[in-house]
């Protein structure tokens, strides 16, 4: 090879390097513009950041909370039952004297938990199905539509109870039937937006290309409907922490004994007329949580719709 074409090479060399940078500096650019955008927008709903906030808290709440918990949240005090709030019981007690305040902060991973972690595994059973729903049709989007019909077909709270006394009551069967509940909605809406995106350019020219339907789905489809995606996925976490709380208030969930925002709802119900804080103060907590997740996905519903300035 002459000394002129080694030059010549590595010029090319050096264009083609120049290109590469350019092009990633340009789609980091652009990707940081839009989280700016996002959050700019985001900003403008107050109740939305409000609602973002109060999660931030809970969350920090159910890492750290039972850790920093004034009192010990199973110790039992006979001397200082139905204690009303104060300064050194900030809930007040309850009907064994334990302090109110401490097992909110010690139930917070337990109420939390159950419902995050329902929620993630019945988004991604309905994500699954609802892109094999959308993409292939034929009898893969009948059998999941109609399937997904006849768990509609009950309220979620019913399907809920159905579920858990099939099972048996327990923690984990809430969460089983939690999950399930969550499978329809998140399938039928993933069928939708998949419909949506099935049609556009950019997936007509990667099936003309010969790209396997497993790329096609999670690499070209999936990505424009995780807007969708999570909107639906923090909306459903309210729903669930009301369906986790509600099962254990009724005696299908967590013991009595254990932590859980619902079970101590589920306890305190027989002292209403003698000591009503027992009952208001769990319950506030239950609603202020739910209020919070539901303000927040109302902000994201509201920022990632393009039609909204």
Not at 101 to 127: E, Q, Y
Not at 149 to 171: E, M, N, Q, T
Request: charged share 15%.
């Amino acid at each position: 090879m002459s000394n002129k074409e080694q030059l010549k090479n590595e010029e090319l060399q050096q264009n083609n390097s120049f290109d590469e940078s350019y092009v990633d500096d340009n789609i980091a650019t652009v990707s940081s513009s839009k989280f700016k955008m996002f959050v700019k927008k985001f900003m403008k709903r107050k109740t939305a950041v409000i609602g973002f906030a109060i999660i931030v808290i809970l969350l920090l709440m159910a890492i750290f909370g039972p850790a920093l918990a004034p009192q010990d949240p199973a110790k039992y005090d006979y001397s200082n039952m139905f204690a009303p709030p104060s300064a050194e019981h900030w809930f007040g007690t309850d009907l064994y004297g334990r302090d109110i305040f401490s097992r909110i902060l010690a139930g917070a991973p337990l109420t939390l938990g159950v419902a995050l972690s329902s929620v993630l595994v019945g988004t991604i059973v309905g994500t699954i199905l609802g892109l094999l729903a959308g993409y292939y049709g034929g009898w893969i989007e009948m059998l999941v539509m109609r399937g997904s019909d006849v768990l509609f077909s009950f309220p979620d709270i019913l399907l809920a109870i159905a579920i858990v006394a099939l099972l048996g009551p327990g923690i984990i069967n809430v969460f089983i039937a939690v999950a399930v509940f969550t499978v329809p909605s998140i399938a039928r809406m993933m069928r939708s937006a998949t419909l949506a995106v099935k049609g556009s350019l950019y997936v007509e020219v990667a099936q003309s290309l010969g790209c396997k339907d497993a790329r096609i789905l999670f690499l070209h489809i999936f990505p424009g409907t995780t807007q969708t995606l999570i909107v639906n996925f923090t909306m459903r976490i309210g729903s669930a922490i009301m369906a986790a709380s509600g099962l254990s208030f009724l005696g299908f969930g967590a013991n009595v004994s254990d932590p859980e925002w619902g079970a101590m709802l589920s306890q305190s119900r027989s002292y209403l007329s003698t000591a009503p804080h027992m009952l208001y103060l769990p319950g506030l907590v239950i609603f202020i949580t739910v209020l919070a997740f539901n303000l927040f996905g109302d902000g994201l519903r509201d920022t990632l719709d393009p039609k909204i300035k």
